[in-house]
């Protein structure tokens, strides 16, 4: 018989009252590293003031879905502003990128619009508008003073106008073609550097199709009213852009579309549509004119005409830039020419004005014309266009016959030559005129016409004694006298007269007696004794009267 | 010698031939009027608004003072004894003016005197009279318009003498002449009518 003999294991084995430990320990690793894994990002945004901030109250909402809170609302370090810590979501942290915008929400009633009156009840709220995503998480923002018109991601086209003064444009107002809202002013702040107001527009798509290189931005704000010799002119836009104002945009008459633009593109904003049409082109380039004749008449805006045709304007006299290349020096060092130094003028001209597309493109094909153009004779001439006040003008026209010359380059713009011509070039050829009247014998030819004077006053006196003649003065007298006699007689001889009568009586006796002689000499030639003896003819026949 | 003639021989001569150029038998010459019937009282003329007399054109033979008597075909005779009292184209033409006007009742004056729009013209080409007792008239006339047309007319009569004799036949003729003018004046009526 065999006894079982136990088995007997060396070794240490777990006690399983540690399982429920080790599995609270899993389980609260597990929660932490979930926990940190999930826990949204803690981002700072900072504000003007903390109006409608609250810690632990105020929420972040996206599309009205809450995504954060803020967990903290503290003034910065410099005291200018509020900081507010906010607890994203983590869910969203994909959005948080460096064109995220965040701006509180609360009520508003304006003219414009009506916003935000569910915050009468619920309480400011930040809005946050998600950014492209690209880039690294961003933590630091700054809240937007205003509530953005337009949503970052909206399809569209966003620009940039310059106006002259502030007008009354303003932030929302309408951007309008023809009559249609197609976008909206989102901001409008003044330029100090070019002391202008520039304007943010966005133009929503799909009519940013509509915007190209050569459409032009108005004031449609208000009323216009023009009154010209065709009468009133009345122009307003719609309802809301005469109460609020408004922006509206299109080709000017007579321009061709232009390039596709890129967005932050700066269009000028004009005071009305007619300014529109005044300067309806945007390209063009600068060219400078020097002159050496007289430029009174000649003033900033004056026109540059190809044969009449309008290219462009005057934009100034370049004495800063003349003082700058060292006229003042030349003189000083006595190299100044006969003429003097000729004074740049800087012109601007505008392809669009020659029917070409009002693009950029089209400024580099009329540079190319000038270049090519000047060593065929194109010239520039200083005009009058107004003998009365003087105004001048510049042309320019070709002239076959004018000094080889190429397109220079002065002061960084390309120079087209200058001759004289009109008045000037008049001028010229009245001083050659006087010129030769100056070299002509002048004191001969008086001299010689003195003497033909003094003959001819001889004869005009001897003219004058003939005419105070007796004779002479009654020559008239009788000269009527004779030709009235003449008509008297012409009377006499008029059928009706008297004489008439009786010649014309005498003439028929006449005719009747040459009848009788050639009877006679019938006679006499039939019968020769006749005259001495009877003739004896036969009877005349005698008619006899039928039966 | 004396050759001359003596002065009582020429006186002889001259009386000789005297007495024989006076012993012819003496001349018995007839004178025709061509005039129209005296009118019935004095009166005013007026032109007339209507018609005008352009003008009388008489063949060259007729225009003589003999009358014309045809002795045989194509040749004639004018009459030494029997003659018209004065030339015949002026008598022609005066006797068809008051005859015309007498016809159309209206007072038709030469074409120079009048602004009358209807304007006839007259060619007497033949007007004798005949051996064997007729008188013949071949006349031609026309009339113009304002617008320069012209409508032409023909005559060609004969009338038979009454009697024997020049006498005869200038009557006959006168009569001829009045048938033409009333002709002329029915023409011109005519004419005015179509216008």
């Known amino acids: ?547 | 010698m004396n050759t001359g003639i003596q002065p009582v021989k020429l006186a002889t001569i001259a009386l000789g031939l005297l007495l024989v150029a006076c012993s012819g038998t003496p001349v018995d010459n007839h004178y025709y009027l061509l005039r129209s019937e005296l009118p019935e009282q004095s009166r005013g003329l007026t032109p007339s608004s209507r018609f005008a007399m352009g003008g009388v054109n008489v063949a060259p033979y007729i225009d003589q003072a003999g009358l014309i008597l045809e002795v045989s075909p194509g040749q004639v005779r004018p009459a030494r004894h029997h003659q018209w009292a004065e030339p015949m184209a002026g008598a022609l033409n005066n006797f068809l003016m008051v005859e015309v006007s007498r016809a159309v009742r209206e007072d038709v004056f030469p074409e120079a005197a009048s602004d009358a729009p209807l304007v006839y013209s007259v060619r007497i080409d033949q007007l004798h009279g005949t051996l064997d007792g007729d008188a013949l008239l071949v006349a031609y006339w026309w009339i113009r318009g304002n617008n320069q047309e012209l409508v032409s007319y023909q005559f060609t009569e004969t009338r038979a003498l009454a009697r024997d004799g020049y006498a005869a036949l200038a009557d006959a003729q006168k009569a001829l002449l009045l048938e033409l003018a009333r002709r002329i004046g029915e023409s011109l009526l005519e004419a005015d009518g179509a216008g």
Do not use: C
């Open chain 1, 1 to 547: 018989m065999t006894t079982a003999q136990p088995e007997l294991k060396q070794g240490r084995s777990l006690n399983p009252i540690w399982i429920i430990p080790l599995l609270a320990l899993a389980l609260g690793v597990y929660m932490v590293v979930h926990s940190f894994m999930t826990e949204g990002p803690e981002i700072t945004i900072a504000f003007e003031n903390a109006s409608g901030l609250s810690a632990g109250k105020t929420k972040v909402r996206y599309r009205n879905v809450e995504v954060g809170l803020v967990t903290d609302v503290k003034l910065t370090e410099d005291f200018q502003g509020v900081e507010a810590t906010v607890k994203m979501d983590y869910h969203v942290r994909d959005l948080l990128s460096a064109d995220t915008r965040f701006w509180v929400v609360t009520a508003q009633v304006g003219l414009g619009n009506v916003s935000g009156l569910d915050t009468l009840l619920s309480g400011a709220y930040i809005r946050m508008s998600p950014g492209t995503g690209d880039g690294p998480l961003q933590k630091q923002f700054t809240a937007l003073p205003k509530p953005p018109l337009t949503p970052a991601d909206a399809p569209g086209l966003r620009l940039q106008l310059l106006g002259n003064r502030a007008g009354s444009v303003s932030t929302g107002d309408a951007i309008i073609y023809k009559g249609y809202r197609v976008g909206r002013v989102e901001s409008a702040e003044f330029d100090i550097e070019q002391e202008r107001m520039r304007y943010e527009v966005f133009i929503d798509a799909p009519f940013d199709e509509l915007v190209d290189s050569s459409v032009r931005f108005w004031n449609t704000s208000g009323i216009s009213l023009t009154a010209s010799a065709e009468g009133l002119n009345v122009r307003t836009g719609s309802l809301d852009t005469v109460l609020l104002g408004g922006v509206a945009f299109g080709h000017p008459d007579g321009v061709l579309e232009g390039d596709d633009v890129e967005p932050g593109t700066e269009f000028q904003l004009y005071e009305s549509y007619e300014a529109t049409q005044q300067n309806p082109f945007v390209n063009g380039s600068y060219y400078v004119v020097r002159f050496t004749q007289n430029l009174k008449g000649l003033v900033p805006g004056a026109p540059v005409e190809y044969r009449g045709i309008p290219m462009g304007r005057v934009e100034r006299i370049m004495l800063n830039e003349l003082i700058a290349e060292g006229m003042l020096a030349d003189r000083m060092a006595g190299e100044v020419t006969a003429e003097g130094e000729p004074i740049p003028v800087l012109i601007y001209m505008e392809p669009g004005r020659m029917s070409l597309p009002d693009t950029a493109s089209s400024v580099g094909l009329l540079q190319q014309v000038v270049q090519t153009g000047v060593p065929n004779g194109l010239r520039a001439t200083l005009e009058t266009g107004n003998l009365l006040t003087g105004a001048k003008y510049i042309g320019l026209d070709y002239y076959p016959d004018a000094d080889a010359a190429q397109a220079g380059e002065w002061g960084g713009y390309i120079e087209i030559p200058s001759i004289g011509g009109g008045v000037e070039q008049i001028m010229v050829k009245v001083n050659a005129i006087l010129d030769q009247v100056n070299r002509a014998p002048i004191e001969e030819t008086i001299a010689n016409a003195n003497a033909a004077i003094a003959d001819l006053d001889e004869v005009l006196q001897g003219l004058g004694e003939l005419l105070n003649d007796e004779g002479m003065q009654a020559l008239p007298a009788n000269l009527d006298a004779t030709i009235r006699e003449l008509q008297k007689t012409l009377e006499g001889l008029s059928p009706g007269s008297e004489l008439y009568r009786n010649l014309n009586a005498s003439m028929r006796q006449l005719n009747r007696t040459l009848a009788n002689m050639e009877s006679l000499t019938r006679t006499l030639s039939n019968q020769p004794n006749a005259a001495i003896m009877p003739a004896k003819l036969p009877p005349d026949p005698e008619p006899e009267a039928p039966q």
